[in-house]
């Protein structure tokens, strides 16, 4: 069996999974149903300033639903913890206390301020936590009053912070990472040279879920008054995946270690956060979605799965992806591929057809000879995945490469040698070969 | 020896038994049942469930709807095409025709559940009495229709549609044909037959004029002098015979006729049920009159039919519907003669075979069945007699009208459809495509 274990900025923790600074990490009570449920670890509910702040006392939730109301994706305007900071401290300690083997970081939020900082840091460090996560990103509320994505929507900011935090920790500092920003790389770097010693990413996306089709209001709403939330869950995943490997792939970050976050809801989704360049995952949504208990197909598929890749430990699979990850203008011109429908699996839906006839390049038939058939056209297909995304049937349509003779559909022979946008002859900007 | 009088009684099965029995066969839909069966629609493209709907419903189209909660919309979608759209998502043999085609059966063996689907889609508008359609400018043009079934409603309603008047000459004394007479009791219940009729004449310009027979009360050469033209849609009025020894013994009776009496019946429990019944026949009929009987409490009821599983006009659906209703179907047996004296007792049965020449054959092996009731269901012929003269120029092939593609006969301005046309195939769904088609040809016509 492939190794589980953690190490994480020398932070152990049994397996790589760790509930994010979330409702379900708000108390000890949740937290230790956690660890027995088998968590890795947790970053416990945001801390802020006493007094506490308060909560709306109506709806803090809303979800994109499919038909058969699974969630897909997930919004909320839940504030940091809203219990006095003693109790947190307590009952941190406590935790701490009885689970020695699981990683219990400190997320925290104060304002713009060093003095409060050089005042909190120290006593939140003394319970016991094994590092802090500066929340950076949390972009409802919190961040009207200067707070959460206010700092991390600047670099400026971020660095100034997580100095102040540094200078007054002695445990290892993750700035959580807010994905509202045009690009991921400037506030992850000035996390860097703030001194952080890893970045968590990503925080909740700015989000209004709908309108209540009745009232024509938002929805939902506190007495008729609605505000965006943070959104999450699923349908954030490919976000966040594409987040974590610019700051991987970028020489002035691939550095930092990182905290994966956005979606992760099963073992694959692990897999793709720890491939593109994360050393662990944090989880929230799924658990918020289905309890704690999803904690054992996530381990259990993790490890059945390092078995099967011959990985011995999760440590080897991360940032195995990173390098295939580039630019577009690095991209192979020269390399071809063409859809092909195995009409052993084909059920004859025709919506590869229709899609490809109506958006796309008009390269599948729908009758052969008179009958229902649905066939790639060479000679038009540009190998764009399109038929491959909408077909309901798995494995039904396949991309092949065509790696000699000639492009049915441009007439030219096929090049082997590779060549990519920079030395394009349509390329005004190309770089002489 | 005295001959042993037939078990033949009413309340076998008190009321909330039979009330059991009788409700609704396949039950509708909730709204998240139907929005995970909606799910399983891929929206295909050209889709197969629509090519197989004799009436032509966009199938994806509307559950497409169903999914994003547009049930008026998805119920227009369907009834656009089919104005019984309500009454086929209940009768419809879907495991034949949509259900068959769904891709889902070829990926899964489970289609999509179209029938079911429909009659989520269908079941507000009847019961809200939802105003879908209207009434195009009046062209000043009135057509009789003969008929109060499935094709002369249907026709009926497209036409009013169309801007034009429309009489409908009804035989019997409330409209709706085979699905108010008809129709297994347990496939349509709360009086729906009605309610779809109320539905369909609430557009206006429809004069329903009930008991009023062809060939009694109305002739076709009045009608033809009268009307700017005329739909034919009579249906089936008599019942084939079975040509065999003692057919007019007491106690052999026409399947249709107690199916009718059933249907018409406030009391369910009051009708008269054979202890042992026995039916001939292997359609829709047969399977209809014998779980209708089990399911008023008959003892023993066997089916018998000349030929096998396969040939069946009911579906598979339908034979195993009789079977775990605890119906015997005897596959490969024809009736010989019928035995009793003045009233049935028995039937004699003889063991059939297929020859290589495809031809039906009895050998010498006969057996008995014992039994009170006989129905008989072996099909429906036009009523030659009644109409007899009415059909003199009317183009007739075995026994049923000749219509071209859209519906004419060979008569001017004579347009027919339903079972009493050559094509005609017992089902409402297939009687509604006529009407709607002559409707749309008459309408062609009297603007030309």
């Known amino acids: ?70 969630v897909i994706g997930f919004n909320n305007i839940e504030l940091i913890t809203d219990r006095p900071l003693q109790t947190n401290l307590d009952e941190m300690r406590q935790i701490k206390r009885d689970w020695p083997d699981r990683a219990v970081v400190a997320s925290v939020m104060f304002s713009m301020n060093e003095e409060t900082w050089s005042k909190y840091v120290p006593m939140i460090e003394d319970t016991g936590a094994d590092a802090f996560e500066l929340n950076f990103g949390c972009p409802h509320g919190m961040s009207e009053r200067g707070m959460g994505a206010a700092v991390g929507q600047v670099p400026e900011y971020i660095q100034m912070v997580t100095e102040w935090c540094k200078q007054a920790a002695s445990i290892p500092v993750i700035v959580k990472l807010t994905p509202n920003v045009s690009n991921i790389v ?216 065509v790696t000699e003779g000639i492009d049915a559909r441009t007439g030219q022979a096929i090049v082997t040698k590779s060549a990519n946008w920079t030395t394009h002859p349509n390329n005004p900007m190309r770089k002489e070969g | 020896m005295a001959r042993q009088q037939p078990n033949i009684q009413s309340g076998r099965l008190d009321k909330a038994e039979i009330d059991g029995n009788f409700a609704d066969l396949h039950p509708p839909l909730s709204r998240s049942e139907a929005l995970i069966a909606a799910d399983r629609c891929y929206f295909c493209y050209d889709a197969p469930c629509t090519t197989a709907c004799p009436t032509g419903i966009d199938i994806p189209g509307f559950i497409q709807k169903i999914r994003s909660d547009n049930i008026r919309g998805s119920a227009h979608t369907i009834l656009r095409e089919n104005i019984m759209g309500g009454m086929c998502a209940r009768v419809c043999p879907t495991e034949d025709l949509c259900e068959a085609a769904c891709v889902r059966y070829t990926h899964e063996e489970k289609p999509v559940d179209i029938g079911l689907l429909q009659r989520y889609a269908t079941d507000p508008i009847f019961a809200q009495g939802t105003a879908l359609f209207e009434r195009n400018d009046s062209s000043g043009k009135t057509v009789a229709v003969v008929g109060g079934g499935p094709a002369g409603l249907s026709c009926a309603h497209r036409l009013s549609m169309l801007g034009h008047d429309v009489v409908v000459f009804n035989r019997d004394s409330k409209p709706g044909g085979l699905n108010e007479y008809g129709i297994a009791a347990y496939k349509t219940i709360d009086d729906f037959a009605q309610r779809e009729v109320d539905y369909i004449l609430s557009i206006g310009g429809i004069d329903v004029r009930n008991n009023m027979t062809l060939g009694a009360d109305i002739n076709l050469a009045d009608l033809r002098n009268e009307y700017d033209a005329v739909f034919l849609g009579v249906g089936l009025g008599s019942v084939n015979e079975l040509g065999i020894e003692n057919e007019d013994l007491a106690g052999v009776e026409n399947a249709i006729d107690y199916i009718a009496d059933l249907r018409q019946a406030d009391d369910k429990s009051a009708l008269p049920v054979g202890e042992r019944v026995v039916v001939i026949g292997g359609g829709m009929t047969a399977i209809d009159i014998a779980v209708q009987s089990k399911r008023l409490g008959a003892g023993r009821v066997d089916i018998v039919y000349r030929r096998g599983r396969a040939q069946m006009g009911a579906s598979d659906f339908e034979q195993e519907l009789a079977q775990t209703s605890g119906v015997t179907i005897h596959h490969w047996v024809q009736p010989v003669r019928l035995l009793g004296d003045r009233t049935v007792s028995g039937i004699e049965l003889q063991k059939t075979t297929l020859g290589d020449d495809g031809k039906l054959s009895a050998s010498g092996a006969t057996f008995v069945l014992d039994a009170d009731i006989i129905f008989k269901a072996i099909g429906q012929k036009l009523d030659d007699n009644k109409l007899g003269e009415e059909l003199d120029g009317l183009a007739l092939e075995r026994g049923k009208i000749v219509v071209d593609e859209s519906q004419a006969t060979s008569l001017d301005n004579v347009w027919a459809g339903g079972d009493c046309v050559v094509g005609g195939d017992d089902l409402t769904v297939s009687a509604v495509q006529h009407g709607k088609i002559a409707a749309i040809a008459i309408d062609r016509q009297l603007r030309s």
């Open chain 1, 1 to 70: 069996m492939a190794d589980l274990t953690s190490e994480f900025l020398n932070i152990s923790s049994p397996n790589p999974f760790w509930l994010a600074s979330a409702p379900p990490t708000d108390k000890a009570y949740n937290v230790n149903r956690a660890f027995e449920a088998g968590w890795g670890g947790v970053v416990w509910k945001t801390l802020g300033e006493d007094p506490p702040i308060v909560n709306v006392n109506g709806p803090r939730y809303s979800a994109l639903h499919s038909n058969e109301r699974r």
């Open chain 1, 186 to 401: 400037p506030p992850a770097k000035a996390a860097l040279d703030g001194g952080a010693d890893a970045v968590s990413l990503i925080n909740t996306i700015n989000s209004i879920m709908r309108v209540d089709y009745d009232t024509l209001t938002m929805y939902p709403t506190t007495d008729g008054m609605g505000t965006h939330g943070g959104y999450c869950g699923e349908a954030v995943k490919p976000i966040a995946l594409n987040m974590v490997a610019e700051i991987s792939r970028n020489a002035e970050t691939a550095e930092l270690p990182i905290s994966g976050i956005g979606g992760i809801t099963n073992w694959r989704d692990a897999v793709d956060f720890l491939a593109l360049g994360a050393d662990n995952v944090q989880v929230c949504t799924a658990a918020m979605v289905y309890g704690f208990k999803i904690i054992d197909d996530l381990t259990d598929g993790l490890s059945m799965f390092l078995d099967d890749k011959g990985l011995k430990s999760v440590a080897e699979l991360v940032g195995k992806a990173v390098p295939s990850v580039t630019d577009w203008q690095y991209l192979n011109l020269n390399y071809v591929e063409k859809a092909v429908i195995d009409q052993d699996l084909c059920i004859k839906c025709g919506r590869c057809h229709i899609v490809c006839e109506d958006t796309s390049h008009q390269a599948i038939t729908q009758t052969v000879n008179g009958e229902r058939h649905f066939q790639v056209i060479d000679e038009e297909c540009i190998g764009c995945n399109l038929c491959v995304s909408v077909c309901p049937v798995d494995s039904c349509i396949t991309m092949h490469a």
